[in-house]
Structures are given as structure tokens and as C-alpha cells.
């Protein structure tokens, strides 16, 4: 049949009433039509044939009785009361088994993401170490790669009159790590600065003093921490709360104190007992109360932790220490990663040859503990674990603005990063890198694009440190200054206004601001009216534009 | 409140054999026509329609009354026609044209114009051979018994797409099968 209206005469039921336009129509192309004439004769007879009963001459309700049993549905049969029953309940068994039904594949989702995420581990964290696809997942399933900034704040320590005297006396560091978070650290505007960056990740340095038990602010401190990590959320920006100043010795201590022998330096997390319970029973604080913060990335349990000598215990007592302060963590927190460092130094055995920085010169040690510097990690035996390290290669370069750097040589440190990553099980990496202000912008530039080029190569998440530190006459802001921003606090105790120029209150100030540089940063950046804005970018600019390059980068 | 049909299954379910003898009589009728158009057979159609009703009484506890009837009852007959016939192995013709034959009488006045009738009928009703034993089925249920595309489905164990394709087809080849008559001027 090749009419067009085929399937109209097809689809015409005989019995069912159709407009009269549409009849008008098909009586009129039938008369014309042969084959759709033939079609609908057929069908019409066929149909109406079908349709006619056949008369029916024999009742066979009789024979069917005889056939059955009366009596069937009066015996209480089992099989027929199962029927009635389920037959009853029907309504609620659907609703039970709809119910029943949704619980397992919400089950079987939970199960199945967890075991997408990690082998052996269970949770509903926003962001895994994925071992199958080699990379940290967010909540959403999409590998990340994190690239973020250091938030330091001013957990380093602030000179405290009467307090930092004494302890400059003593040898020791005198700027006195905060017990509260001063407000100038995380403000409005800053939090706008840090959105407008591109990162998709912060570092938020805390100092042990914050969350220590006996410190009466540590919920309010605690507080405010969560509130700055939800606020981080909301910008889809995940926080690392990374420990920056642990009880006992840390690396801030370590350059002044690094000059006496072992015995007499202030001890580690891992020499001392105090100190150690001290450091878990912070993280556990922490832990219990940022469980189920979201868009926490995880916990940096130490920033540059020193294993100690042989005779506090060494390399054995470091890995039993820092795989016990995990576990605590793990206890209370099975979810969000934990970020464990390399260790950064070695406190030399008796009879081990060191770099004595006192003389300069390579010496054998007899018991005073001298520092060697070497790096590596120690195995965390949990599952969820990034390791990090800290880039500064070459360190005199980036630290001192000595020398030149090398591409090639940079590329081999982060192969023997990679090599320990891939040996370990294929374990995840994350570092934290800087260049200090004592290298020109462009130096510092061109030293950041190398290594954010390996990084992006070699796939480890990245953390710029820093997004911002304090700067001041008594600051010193080359060697020392590693962030994009400055904030000057201090200018209403160090400068006066006079004959219409901003000018520093007294020589002795004057003299502090040119040692550290300070006078020309002040000229060029800070010498305005507007007291307000205290915070500048210095000649970062260039330095800005090339991470928030690397940064917005997907 | 309950259909009839509900409350006479209600009461055989109670052990009221008479309201079973009830439902055999709101049903027999119609599906004894459907059996016959299957198998042309009389007996045969009687002794499958016993079968039908004593599985329906059998079976009754199992029914879901969120189903409709009917469509319950069709499914059981349209089974044990198809095991009926299976040990029989053979399928049924369906020319039953003698039960009709009083009726071509009334449409011509004269003997030879009806039997030309009776030769054409005869003729277009025996195009239902060429169908297939499932798609004469299906035509049944859809023009004998009227049911719905979603009670075609229900029956048969198919979607109702499924079965509204499945008419459409049998509707063609028909009409192809029609038109090959034609042609050859049998028709």
C-alpha cells in the first residue's frame, strides 16, 4: 500500500467516533482512493465480525461445579490466609518495600562512593585522596588539584612589652605567639582580596597557644575559626588548618635557638612527653570541633617537624609520634585528610659530621645535637593522608637572593618527591613554596613559573606561602618577607606627621626602618594619609598576575 | 462501594459457592464467543471454558483486585486455549462461517446473490488465518473484547505501545492480504 493515508485507515477505529470534518475527508478520499477503499472494507468487515457474539447454547456453570471444590475456601488453608494477609497489608508492604528499597540504594551509594574514594575508608568527606584515579576528588567526584595561599596571620608572635624583653634576654625569639587571633588578620577586605585570587584552596596557619587547653579563648578562638571556614566555603575556596607553631620547639624558634647545643634548646613535640600530649590533645580539640566543618580540606598536623637525635629517641620515636598523633585525629575524625610534612632536619648522633652554623664550618659531633639538614617523609600507616613538602630550591637563592636557580635542578628535587610518592603506594603531594622579597619581582617571578610549571607537570596541589605578614621598622623586609601583601600596624607608634610629611617618630626608629628596609617600602607604599590603608601589595604586582595565572588555571 | 463483579469475589473467597455461579454467569457468554473464535470448535471451546472457570476458582484467592478482572480472566483463558491446543498440536482454522449463515440470508433476497455473499464473507473472515496465533489474539482482544491498548498489555504481558503496535501490524497484513485478493480477483 503506497497511500500517504494509509496510516489514517490503519488507525480508524470502526467504533469509535471521529469528527466530522476527518470522516467528511476519508469518505471522500475512499471514493477515489482504490487502495484505501479495499483497506477499509476489510477492516470493517473483519472488525465487525470480530465483534459479533457467537451464540451460546450450553451453561456450563453446572459442569464447572461439579469440577470444583465447595468447600475450598471455607478450609483454613494456609497458603490462602498467606494470600489474604499480603493481600491486606499490600499498601503498607509497597510503602515498606519502597522505603526498604530506597535505604539500600542510599546504602549502596554510600558504599559504593566510599569505596571509590578509598579503599579501606568510609565517610562523606567534601574532598578524598582518590587512589584509583591518582588524585584528590571533591564531593562532586571531580579530581582538584589544590592551588591555594598561605594564611599566616600573626600566629608567628607579636612583641609583647615587659614579655619580649625578658625573652630577647634569654636568647630566645621575643615576638610571643598570640593566644587570640588579632582582628586585623582575616578582615572584610581581605576576604574579598583572597575571592578575587582564583584560588580554590587556603592554608591557615595556627600557632599551638590559640587551642591549648589552658587557654581561655580557645572556644571563642575555635569560634572563629569555623566561621572563617564556612565563610572560605561559601567562596568554594577548601581551608588545610595547618599547625604552624607547635608547643615546644618549632621551626620559628629554630633559627635562634639552632645556635646552642641540643641539651639546652627548648625541646620538640618529639623529645618531650609535655609537649607531645600537649600537641595531641590541641588536635584532638580541633578535630571534635571541626568534624563536620565543610569544606575543611583536612589537618597539617606540624609545619617543618626535626627528627630527633638517636638519643631522644631518633628517626623511631618521630614515626611513632607522628603516626600517634594521626591516629588520635583518626579517632575522632575518620573523614577529612591529614597533611603530614616531610621532615625538614635531623639532630645529629655523637660522631655524625654537621654544618656548625656558629663556626661555619663541617664538624663531628660530640653530644650537642647539631642540626643536618635533610628532608624526608615517614610513612603515616592511615588511609586519607597527602604528604607535604616545603619548595625553597635553591634555598639561597630563595631565601638569601643568592646565586641563580637552575630549572633542571629544581625539576630533579621534585622528582625525588614524586619517586617517594610513587614507591609509597602512589600517595598524593602538596607543597608549600616561597621566595623571599630579597630577590627583585621579576626573580621572584620568573623562580615561582618554574616551579608552578613542575607542579602543574608532576600534579602536586601547591600552597603560596604567604598571602600576607605584618611590616614595620622593626620588620625585616627582604630576607624575611616572603608575602604578597604588607600590612603596616605599627604606623601610629612609628610615624608622625610633621610640616606636611609623614615622617618616623625618632631616630632610633628611623635607624630599625633602614636596617630592614623599611624606610623606602614605607616611602614608596605606605606614605599616605589614608591610615586605612595599611594593607599593599608592595611591587608584587607581576609577582600576583603570574600565580593568579597559575591559580585560575584548570 | 464495590462493583458486583468485587462483591460476588468477595463471597466465593468467603466460601459462597453461589456467588461463584454468578460470576461464571456474568462472564461465560462473552468468553465462550472469544474461545470459539480461536478454535472454531464448539466442544472444544465448552471444555476449554470449563477448564478456565475452575483455574478462576482455584486461583481466585490469588487475584489483585488493583487489576481488573476481566483482563485476569482473559489471561487464563487465553492459556489454557494455548495448552489446550498445544497437546492438540495443531492450530484451529477459524472458519466458522455456518454460524452465520442465517444471517447472510437476510442481506439478499435471492439464493445465488447470497451465496456470492457467503463466498465473499468467507473469503475476507479466512484472512484472520493468515495471522499469527498471538496476533489473531491480539485482534480479539481488541475488536471482540474491545479492551484497551493498556489492557491488551495487561493480558498478553506487554506495554501498551507494545500492543497498539501490534494491532497496527495485524490491521496491515490484513489489508495487504486484502488487496492480494483483490488483485487476483478472489474478492
Known amino acids: 500500500m503506497k497511500c500517504r493515508y494509509k496510516e489514517e485507515i490503519l488507525n480508524l477505529d470502526m467504533r469509535i467516533q471521529i469528527s466530522m470534518e476527518k470522516m467528511e475527508f476519508l469518505k471522500t478520499h475512499i471514493k477515489t482512493c482504490e487502495e484505501c477503499r479495499n483497506a477499509y472494507t476489510a477492516l470493517f468487515l473483519l472488525e465487525n465480525h470480530v465483534q459479533k457474539e457467537v451464540p451460546f447454547r450450553v451453561n456450563v456453570s453446572k459442569k464447572v461445579l461439579m469440577n470444583i471444590d465447595p468447600n475450598y475456601y471455607k478450609k483454613k488453608r494456609p497458603h490462602i490466609i498467606l494470600n489474604s494477609t499480603l493481600r491486606r497489608i499490600k499498601p503498607v508492604l509497597k510503602t515498606a518495600c519502597l522505603a526498604t528499597a530506597v535505604f539500600l540504594v542510599v546504602l549502596i551509594f554510600i558504599f559504593a562512593k566510599a569505596n571509590l574514594l578509598n579503599h579501606s575508608y568510609y565517610g562523606n568527606s567534601s574532598l578524598q585522596w582518590n587512589y584509583e584515579n591518582k588524585g584528590l576528588i571533591d564531593e562532586n567526584g571531580n579530581i582538584i588539584q589544590l592551588k591555594g595561599i598561605m594564611l599566616t596571620n600573626n600566629v608567628w608572635g607579636n612583641w609583647e612589652d615587659g614579655v619580649s624583653e625578658k625573652l630577647q634576654k634569654e636568647g630566645k625569639n621575643p615576638m610571643v605567639p598570640p593566644s587570640i587571633q588579632d582582628s586585623w588578620v582575616l578582615t572584610e577586605d581581605d576576604f574579598n582580596r583572597i575571592k578575587a585570587l582564583g584560588v580554590n584552596c587556603v592554608g591557615y596557619g595556627i600557632n599551638y597557644q590559640l587551642f591549648s587547653k589552658d587557654n581561655i579563648h580557645r572556644v571563642d578562638n575555635i569560634k572563629k575559626l569555623k566561621s572563617h571556614i564556612a565563610r572560605f566555603n561559601a567562596m568554594k575556596i577548601y581551608t588545610v588548618v595547618s599547625l604552624l607553631v607547635p608547643p615546644g620547639q618549632s621551626s620559628y624558634q629554630e633559627p635562634i635557638e639552632r645556635m646552642q647545643p641540643g641539651n639546652l634548646r627548648t625541646k620538640s613535640v618529639f623529645e618531650d612527653t609535655t609537649y607531645y600530649h600537649q600537641w595531641v590533645e590541641m588536635w584532638k580539640f580541633i578535630a571534635t570541633e571541626l568534624s563536620d566543618a565543610k569544606g575543611l580540606a583536612g589537618y597539617d598536623i606540624l609545619y617543618q617537624p626535626r627528627i630527633p637525635s638517636l638519643k631522644e629517641g631518633g628517626t623511631q620515636v618521630f614515626e611513632e609520634r607522628m603516626n600517634g598523633v594521626c591516629e588520635e585525629i583518626r579517632k575522632i575524625d575518620e573523614e577529612h585528610i591529614l597533611f603530614v610534612q616531610e621532615y625538614r632536619s635531623r639532630e645529629a648522633n655523637e660522631g655524625e659530621i654537621y654544618f656548625d652554623s656558629n663556626t661555619n664550618k663541617m664538624k663531628e659531633d660530640s653530644g650537642e645535637q647539631g642540626i643536618i639538614w635533610m628532608s624526608g617523609f615517614v610513612k603515616i600507616h592511615h588511609p586519607n593522608i597527602v604528604y607535604t613538602f616545603s619548595f625553597y630550591d635553591p634555598f639561597d637563592f630563595t631565601y638569601n637572593g643568592k646565586g641563580s636557580f637552575d630549572k633542571n635542578d629544581m625539576e630533579a628535587t621534585i622528582k625525588q618527591y614524586v619517586s617517594w610518592a610513587k614507591r609509597a603506594g602512589n600517595v598524593p603531594l602538596l607543597s608549600y613554596y616561597s621566595i623571599a622579597r630579597v630577590n627583585s619581582a621579576s626573580c621572584r617571578t620568573t623562580w615561582i613559573e618554574t616551579a608552578n610549571a613542575l607542579y602543574k607537570e608532576y600534579k602536586i596541589s601547591a600552597i603560596y606561602s604567604d598571602y600576607k605578614s605584618p611590616m614595620g621598622s622593626y620588620i625585616d623586609s627582604q630576607k624575611d618577607f616572603f608575602s604578597l601583601f604588607g600590612q603596616y600596624n605599627t604606623r601610629e607608634k612609628e610615624i608622625q606627621y610633621k610640616n606636611s610629611t609623614y615622617l618616623f617618630i625618632n631616630s632610633e626608629v628611623e635607624a630599625a626602618a633602614k636596617k630592614n628596609g623599611f624606610d623606602v617600602i614605607f616611602n614608596k607604599y605606605f606614605d599616605t594619609s589614608n591610615q586605612k590603608e595599611s594593607v599593599s601589595l608592595l611591587d608584587n604586582k607581576i609577582v600576583l598576575d603570574s600565580l593568579k595565572k597559575f591559580w585560575k588555571e584548570k | ?187
Not at chain 2, 73 to 79: C, L, S
Not at chain 2, 107 to 121: G, L, Q, V
Not at chain 2, 153 to 179: D, H, Q
Open chain 2, 1 to 187: 462501594m464495590l462493583r458486583p463483579e468485587q462483591v460476588y469475589i468477595n463471597k466465593t473467597l468467603l466460601g459462597d459457592i453461589e456467588a461463584f455461579e454468578c460470576l461464571i454467569n456474568m462472564h461465560q457468554g462473552q468468553l465462550f464467543s472469544f474461545i470459539y473464535k480461536l478454535t472454531s470448535s464448539r466442544e472444544d471451546s465448552e471444555e476449554i471454558l470449563q477448564d478456565v472457570f475452575v483455574k478462576v476458582y482455584n486461583n481466585l484467592f490469588r487475584y489483585d483486585n488493583e487489576y481488573s478482572f476481566s483482563t485476569w480472566i482473559y489471561r487464563i483463558a487465553i492459556n489454557t486455549f494455548k495448552n489446550a491446543y498445544k497437546k492438540k498440536k495443531n492450530t484451529p482454522s477459524l472458519l466458522f462461517i455456518e454460524d452465520f449463515e442465517r444471517e447472510f440470508a437476510y442481506i439478499s433476497d435471492t439464493p445465488e446473490a447470497a451465496f456470492e455473499i457467503k463466498e465473499f464473507y468467507n473469503e475476507i473472515i479466512n484472512l484472520l488465518n493468515y495471522l499469527k496465533e498471538d496476533e489473531k489474539i491480539i485482534f480479539m482482544l481488541k475488536y471482540f473484547k474491545d479492551f484497551t491498548y493498556k489492557e491488551i498489555g495487561e493480558v498478553i504481558g506487554i506495554s501498551s505501545e507494545s500492543a497498539k503496535m501490534k494491532v497496527y501490524r495485524c490491521k496491515n497484513t490484513l489489508v495487504e492480504k486484502y488487496n492480494v485478493l483483490k488483485k487476483r480477483g478472489m474478492v
